[in-house]
């Protein structure tokens, strides 16, 4: 789980105990063939996102590039975007919330969504100026929410979103509608791999048809909506989960799929692999650190420019180049980053935005 996430997540025993009635009350709404609304009527109107100077400065979780433009977001609705690399950055004019903001992805300069806690998923049409809120739910079934942690779109009608506890929530039609899955197959089958059953999906890539999830204890899954039936006999329902193979039974952070095709995951105590073969089997990457790592960007090079707590910035030269650490004089933590160009990154974390200069590789 992330540093920004433990002293908010909810307890894991509060959720255990209704995962019966909420899957029952999901499996009858999707049997249905009924998607959840965006949220429900009796919910409060949510306070807005607080205007700031410092904006730029609070808490940032995430970001994502929208054409040019680079979009963060973090804690109490805080949206920023720059269009000069970081230089200069502006407040987002409409958020229609104060939750804590996780996660952001835009499919072009115009198109995006940004999810976080409550079950909030946020879409803009204008890259980033102004949000509205597509789906929430405060209170699911009675059930704690579950925050969003991740959220991606393989192309601008399909989009998937992932967090605490197994939930998972896909669209078909660009965010207008969001539909819960029903995870109990998935919990069975953890089960029966003597998994743990209700993990948290910390991350997500879209891959193929598909959409590869990252979790706590090791979990490695890739979803395919629409699977075929099984063995060949259309009778046999097919199963949209499977596990893969872990390399590592900690926590994992990132999942991230390379400009080569190559899989990268990370997280837990500096651990890193990457996969050749869609995730059949991981080679470690070594990255001479304990922190736990949470983002990374890929280099012109080809070379891996990767972020954590505690200040942790690395650059991992190709494969078995090694590993660097880039100077940084602060501690602060690091939850994602981008590449501006060659000789520049941005960092998010607690510190907010900052700008660094790269120094040359050795």
């Keep these: 789980m992330k540093w920004w996430l433990r002293l908010i997540a909810p307890s894991r025993a509060l959720i255990r105990a209704p995962r019966l009635r909420t899957a029952a009350f999901f499996g009858l709404l999707l049997g249905a063939g009924l998607a959840l609304p965006g949220r429900a009527a009796d919910q409060p109107d949510e306070l807005a996102a607080v ?31 720059s269009d000069d690399g970081g230089e200069r950055w502006q407040q987002a004019q409409r958020v229609p919330t104060q939750a804590l903001l996780t996660a952001v992805t835009f499919v072009d300069e115009r198109n995006g969504w940004a999810a976080g806690h409550d079950s909030l998923i946020l879409r803009t049409r204008d890259g980033g100026v102004n949000w509205e809120i597509v789906y929430q739910d405060l209170a ?105 193979n872990s390399p590592y039974r900690g926590s994992f952070f990132g999942v991230d799929v390379l400009r080569s095709g190559e899989l990268l995951i990370y997280g837990l105590r500096g651990h890193c692999y990457r996969s050749r073969d869609d995730g059949d089997s991981w080679s470690e990457i070594p990255t001479d650190t304990t922190a736990n790592l949470y983002a990374t960007a890929e280099t012109d090079a080809g070379d891996l420019i990767v972020v954590g707590a505690g200040g942790t910035l690395l650059r991992l030269r190709g494969e078995g180049g090694g590993v660097e650490r880039i100077p940084y004089g602060g501690f602060n933590g690091f939850a994602s980053v981008q590449r501006v ?18 120094p040359p590789p050795p």
């Design 140 to 244: 699911p079934e009675g059930d704690v929410p579950k925050p969003i942690l991740d959220i991606r779109f393989s192309d601008p009608l399909h989009g998937a979103a992932v967090g605490a506890f197994a939930f998972m929530l896909v669209t078909a039609d660009g965010g207008e509608h969001w539909q819960v899955i029903d995870t109990a197959d998935l919990y069975d089958l953890l089960e029966a791999a003597g998994l743990e059953p209700e993990p948290n999906f910390n991350a997500i890539a879209t891959r193929d048809d598909g959409f590869l999830i990252a979790g706590e204890l090791g979990t490695l899954l890739f979803y395919q909506p629409g699977a075929a039936p099984g063995n060949g006999a259309p009778d046999i329902p097919a199963s949209p989960w499977r596990i893969l």
């Design 51 to 81: 205007q700031s100077p410092l904006a730029s400065k609070a808490l940032l979780t995430d970001s994502a590039r929208a054409g040019n433009r680079i979009v963060a977001v973090g804690a109490y609705g805080n949206i920023v975007y």
């Design 341 to 358: 160009d060659d000789r520049h990154l941005l960092l998010f974390g607690d510190a907010g935005a900052q700008r660094l200069a790269l």
